[in-house]
């Protein structure tokens, strides 16, 4: 690519590296999902391997992102609002990883279908977030953008309602305090990996405003 090129912002590696990242918090979320099953009776850590490399991953990116960064003087994007994005798509995948982590340690007998539908509901979520990125490299997915963002915001509302409900559950039930320790700990970690797509979608939805 010509100098000419980098100097009017037509250099894709940003959205290059943007659509890397938001695929990693996909897959990171879709590895969560797949691991679920196995995750009853008596799991080992083998179960969070495909967590741990996909979070390696996208470290490696926001790393190589980073360094973009600090190397390019002009970029297609406010270069706060690419640094802005790149961590609010990292913060998914950190926040996947323990609630993976979290599940491992989950008390003997432990019924975790409860929490499926927060899991169905983050990899969802993290599904928006991906078509959002990728919606930004043309500048012209105003509405489709501003569909998907109100979309997100469903989810996360949907997902503090039933999270409202487990809790009340919770607290209304007969489980031991460790239990409840546990359980309580379990359903906010879920919530907010679904709040931070929300937050991720916000930072594209506010970038989007500014070219509309």
């Not at 039930?173 to 359980?183: E, L, Q, Y």
Request: hydrophobic share 40%.
């Amino acid at each position: 690519m010509s100098a000419l090129q980098r100097i009017f912002g037509r250099d894709t590696k940003f959205f290059d590296l943007l659509e890397s990242s938001a695929a990693a918090a996909k897959q990171c979320a879709a590895s969560l999902a797949a691991a679920f099953p196995k995750l009853t009776g008596h799991p080992s850590n083998d179960v969070l391997t495909d967590l741990a490399q996909a979070r390696r991953k996208h470290k490696r990116i926001s790393l190589q992102t980073t360094e973009e960064l600090c190397k390019n003087f002009v970029t297609p994007l406010e270069r706060e609002d690419i640094e802005a994005l790149s961590s609010a798509l990292y913060k998914i995948t950190k926040n996947v990883e323990k609630i993976g982590e979290r599940l491992l340690i989950s008390p003997v007998g432990a019924d975790l279908s409860v929490v499926a539908r927060q899991i169905s509901m983050l990899e969802k979520a993290a599904d928006v977030v991906v078509t959002m990125v990728n919606q930004l490299r043309t500048k012209s997915h105003g509405e489709e953008i501003r569909d998907a963002y109100e979309k997100l915001q469903t989810i996360e509302g949907d997902a503090d309602k039933l999270m409202n409900e487990l809790l009340r559950d919770l607290y209304h039930g007969s489980g031991d305090a460790r239990a409840v320790v546990f359980w309580k700990d379990l359903y906010e970690l879920l919530e907010k990996g679904i709040d931070r797509c929300r937050d991720a979608g916000y930072v594209i939805f506010h970038i989007t405003l500014k070219y509309s």
